[in-house]
């Protein structure tokens, strides 16, 4: 799977708990790998942090804070307050238990450590089976165009709440990337490729604007499906819909399949969509398009399961349904 | 004043509240410059931890946990907590607001600003407005020979709770050390100087073994008033008479003035010791030191105040008493 955080975290999750209950069966589970995007990651009062990353292995080791959809749960803030009296900018949630992650991969990372190498260790350590892996080793900031200007991801998506319209999209260091030994590795060896239902221009787009990264993926065997994030012309969370119209494109189950097939021709091979837009099923088939048409919104564990297991069955041969 | 982390502290908001009183009576209060120990700070989780001047100054921002004698009150100890599910160390104690600290601190040295900047600026955030003046910008690092050989000093004060015995000290660095042009410049300007009851091994002996400390306090126009950190005697926290056994010398009030007598040569010229001792004053004014008896027990922020008011009027030429 490539994944950003929100909507990665929890197909990931639904993924891992369809792979747990085949296991349950009697079945073979799945070997699951998340490639993350860490376009979203930043530097903060000498910390290096990668939200996305942290969401996936926070919902995967059942730490997650279920409520906010990004950090620990039972959090504390009392760091936070005290970087307040200091006058430290506190607009990035910073929790006292995201602290020592952010501490310890910091440390790693100033050490030498790659940045693969140190998430490996983390989620080991919190009983994480899947592989967590960054989608390179090399830093790559995304930055968006708005009325203020370039603007680093997090300004834009925590500090200005993504209240400003993106009029673009680039991804600073992207070309010094490079997808990691492992990413490579886990495409080549992939069975089955899911993008999550994460941004298609500030997650997915960032993965895939790893020079080698979209190569990858079109010389893998495995078939690569994506989930539209676009649910009855929504996003369900975050600016995805809103830049769609400021991008250029539609915010629809139908525009996230036009911004694939045209941005990456050849690269996905099959999509998954909500009931709510099966209305498009007919048109998008008619592009040579494999189509799902399934509950996309994961409203609890269940939800998160049946999706896994829905797109499982429908893309992975061999999976037992 | 010349202070380590306990005692240091104390004595230190003593006189800050001899000066708050005097003030108030619309008499000149205190400039005060507390020089403190940084031999026992420690690199961890790849933070730069200084305790004493931490200790220093959360007591003078009101912010100490009294209870402890260490670290700030209302702690929370969550990022500790996930430190420990990840494996990391916890036997030094990071509760979450002093990670806040250690976090500007760690990151403004890396950035290149002086130890004795950011001291200065975190203290002054805090509300501190006596000068916290490390001893020295470089690093030096306490090291003491026990039964398993050199250990550094947090190595040895907390995860062995100082249960070992000490006997040689060494301050890893101190050879490159220097005082900085601060701690100098308020050396020279000093109408007083008080050796605060702390460690005279391991934390006002680490501050005398900086090149150049000892002989710009001799050189001072300042009297240099030693306060014991021995009662009855024993030291009322940590390891100091023990110290006095193990490293040569006496637990006791004439061992403390005994050992700045031999090991620092003309640079004490007056003493404090606890009412407790009082039968030692005839022979150690006999060896021509001046010294002063009285509650050298700080209690509460009443004995804090009561003995610095003692110490100022009985040292400082034209205190209000």
């Given at each position: 799977?490539?994944?950003?955080?929100?909507?990665?975290?929890?197909?990931?999750?639904?993924l891992?708990?369809?792979?747990?209950?085949?296991?349950?069966?009697?079945?073979?589970?799945?070997?699951?790998?998340?490639i993350?995007?860490?376009?979203d990651?930043?530097?903060?009062?000498?910390?290096?942090?990668?939200?996305?990353?942290?969401?996936?292995?926070?919902?995967?080791?059942?730490?997650?804070?279920?409520?906010?959809?990004?950090?620990?749960?039972?959090?504390?803030?009392?760091?936070?307050?005290m970087?307040?009296?200091y006058?430290?900018a506190?607009?990035f949630?910073?929790?006292?238990?995201?602290?020592?992650?952010?501490?310890?991969?910091?440390?790693?990372?100033?050490?030498?450590?790659?940045?693969?190498?140190?998430?490996?260790?983390?989620?080991?350590a919190?009983?994480?089976t899947?592989?967590?892996?960054?989608m390179?080793?090399?830093?790559?900031?995304?930055?968006?165009?708005?009325?203020?200007?370039?603007?680093?991801f997090?300004?834009?998506?925590?500090?200005?709440?993504?209240?400003?319209?993106?009029?673009?999209?680039?991804?600073?260091?992207?070309?010094?990337?490079?997808?990691?030994?492992?990413?490579?590795?886990?495409?080549?060896?992939a069975?089955?490729?899911?993008?999550?239902?994460?941004?298609?221009?500030v997650?997915?787009?960032?993965?895939?604007?790893?020079?080698?990264?979209?190569?990858?993926?079109?010389?893998?065997?495995?078939p690569?499906?994506?989930?539209?994030?676009i649910?009855?012309?929504?996003?369900?969370?975050?600016?995805?819909?809103?830049?769609?119209?400021?991008?250029?494109g539609?915010?629809?189950?139908?525009?996230?399949?036009?911004?694939?097939?045209?941005?990456?021709p050849?690269?996905?091979?099959?999509?998954?969509?909500?009931d709510?837009?099966?209305?498009?099923?007919?048109?998008?088939?008619?592009t040579?398009?494999?189509?799902?048409?399934?509950?996309t919104?994961?409203?609890?564990?269940?939800?998160?399961?049946?999706?896994?297991?829905?797109?499982?069955?429908?893309?992975?041969?061999?999976?037992?349904?």
């Open positions: 799977m490539l994944a950003g955080g929100y909507g990665g975290a929890k197909l990931s999750h639904g891992a708990l369809a792979s747990a209950a085949a296991r349950e069966r009697g079945a073979a589970g799945l070997e699951l790998s998340i993350v995007n860490t376009g990651d930043l530097e903060i009062h000498g910390l290096s942090v990668s939200p996305d990353l942290d969401t996936v292995m926070y919902t995967l080791a059942g730490l997650a804070n279920e409520a906010t959809g990004w950090g620990v749960r039972d959090e504390t803030w009392s760091g936070s307050q970087l307040a009296r006058g430290a506190t607009w949630g910073l929790g006292d238990r995201d602290v020592a992650t952010n501490l310890l991969r910091s440390q790693a990372l100033r050490a030498g450590e790659r940045l693969t190498e140190v998430t490996g260790r983390l989620g080991g919190l009983g994480v899947a592989r967590l892996l960054p390179a080793d090399e830093p790559v900031r995304t930055e968006v165009l708005t009325s203020e200007g370039w603007l680093e997090q300004e834009y998506f925590v500090h200005r709440h993504h209240a400003v319209d993106v009029v673009a999209v680039r991804h600073v260091g992207a070309e010094s990337a490079r997808p990691t030994a492992e990413v490579l590795a886990a495409i080549a060896a069975e089955l490729i899911v993008l999550a239902p994460s941004n298609p221009f997650s997915i787009g960032t993965i895939l604007a790893v020079p080698g990264m979209a190569g990858a993926l079109r010389a893998a065997a495995a690569v499906v994506a989930v539209s994030p649910v009855g012309g929504a996003a369900l969370r975050g600016p995805a819909d809103r830049m769609f119209v400021t991008l250029g539609e915010a629809s189950a139908s525009g996230v399949v036009a911004h694939y097939r045209m941005r990456f050849g690269l996905v091979n099959g999509f998954v969509i909500d709510l837009d099966a209305q498009a099923t007919p048109a998008l088939e008619a040579g398009a494999t189509v799902l048409v399934t509950q919104v994961m409203r609890d564990d269940a939800g998160r399961r049946a999706l896994g297991e829905a797109i499982l069955g429908r893309f992975l041969p061999g999976w037992p349904t």
